[in-house]
């Protein structure tokens, strides 16, 4: 099992910042690739950005260029920094983890924390 225990959501103005971080614990694997979604009232969820072990990145669209993520192997941490937030930002942001067992994929996702862009 992994958990995983996000923080730093809340209420920010248009044109503002955030960090997000996601800690993991547990029967961490070696290899994995973790990151954010998140899913707005009414919309599908959508992904926001992943990071290979490797640090490969893989952004959604519509945050490249204002989001950035990185992770901190040593502590099992990923963080997600939104600059320049907009209104259409709004949405719960959910932690993802992924790992393959060699048998099949793991997927494990965080509780989820709001983010508000509004004035």
């Known amino acids: 099992q992994v958990q995983l225990v996000e923080s730093g959501g809340g209420l920010v103005q248009p044109g503002g910042s955030l960090r997000l971080s996601c800690a993991a614990s547990g029967s961490i694997f070696r290899i994995y690739t973790t990151g954010w979604y998140r899913q707005a009232p009414g919309k599908q969820r959508e992904l926001v950005a992943t990071?290979?072990?490797?640090?490969?990145?893989n952004y959604g669209d519509s945050v490249k260029g204002r989001f950035t993520l990185s992770r901190d192997n040593a502590k099992n941490t990923v963080y997600l920094q939104m600059n320049s937030l907009k209104p259409e930002d709004t949405a719960v942001y959910y932690c993802n983890y992924n790992a393959n067992n060699g048998i099949m994929t793991l997927t494990y996702w965080g509780q989820g924390t709001q983010v508000t862009v509004s004035s």
């Open positions: 990071i290979t072990s490797g640090g490969s990145t």
